[in-house]
């Protein structure tokens, strides 16, 4: 699987929009962008994926540049539940099993 | 709700006592996976069973031994751990599709272990 690499802290105030940017410039055809997130002492929650389209959900959108080495996660409106580690993962379509590797992720603080 | 229930939530055992890690997953999933979280470390796949098969054992010591019944139920045998196995288990299990593997995994909350 590609790398990715993000920030690794970010913060936003509440109710603003929260952009969380991946870059991923060695992604190949067949990978997906996944994002994940995890709230302290809970496990890894799935947030959103895409492979090629911009994608949005009841949690975020997903923007992916044209050219695919790059992504942004948004949380348009983000609350205090937010706070937490963003993690941007690439994998291959056709690996079979899901499996993820996680890096570090970003540390997302949402503040009042 | 997550859809992944793992029990205990916490767990203390010493080094020569022998526990077992439970998963249950009720989402209609056919793969399932253990991975372990140690502090200020990225979260590392242990093993992977697919159709209650095992797919993929990732280096993993012996002294970790896993079991999948079925595809709903995945259990992590511990025995003579170390200090260092201290840690966060965590289980996940996803819809793998024979081949195309963009289904997300869906994780349980973790067993937080302390080895005396």
């Known amino acids: 699987d590609a790398k990715t690499t993000q920030p690794p802290s970010m913060d936003c105030a509440e109710g603003r929009a929260a952009n969380l940017p991946c870059n991923h410039s060695?992604?190949?055809?067949?990978?997906?962008v996944y994002w994940y997130r995890q709230i302290h002492s809970q496990g890894p929650q799935y947030i959103i994926h895409g492979l090629k389209n911009n994608e949005t959900n009841e949690m975020a959108s997903l923007i992916i540049t044209e050219d695919r080495k790059s992504s942004t996660l948004i949380l348009p409106h983000a609350t205090l539940r937010d706070t937490a580690v963003y993690y941007c993962?690439?994998?291959?379509?056709?690996?079979?099993?899901?499996?993820?590797?996680f890096g570090k992720g970003t540390m997302l603080l949402v503040s009042p | 709700e997550t859809g992944v229930t793992q029990t205990p939530r916490h767990l203390v055992m010493g080094m020569t006592n022998k526990k077992s890690l439970k998963c249950e997953q009720h989402l209609g999933h056919n793969a399932m996976y253990w991975y372990k979280q140690s502090a200020k470390k990225p979260l590392e796949l242990m093993f992977v069973y697919n159709f209650k098969e095992q797919t993929e054992n990732n280096s993993v010591p012996s002294r970790f031994s896993p079991e999948c019944p079925n595809s709903s139920h995945l259990f992590l045998h511990l025995h003579t751990l170390q200090p260092e196995d201290s840690a966060l288990y965590l289980c996940?299990?996803?819809?793998?599709?024979?081949?195309?593997?963009?289904?997300?995994?869906?994780f349980g909350d973790g067993t937080r272990l302390s080895i005396l």
């Open positions: 993962i690439v994998r291959d379509a056709f690996s079979g099993y899901s499996t993820l590797t």
């Open positions: 060695t992604i190949s055809g067949n990978e997906y």
């Open positions: 996940a299990s996803s819809q793998d599709q024979g081949g195309t593997g963009n289904q997300p995994q869906h």
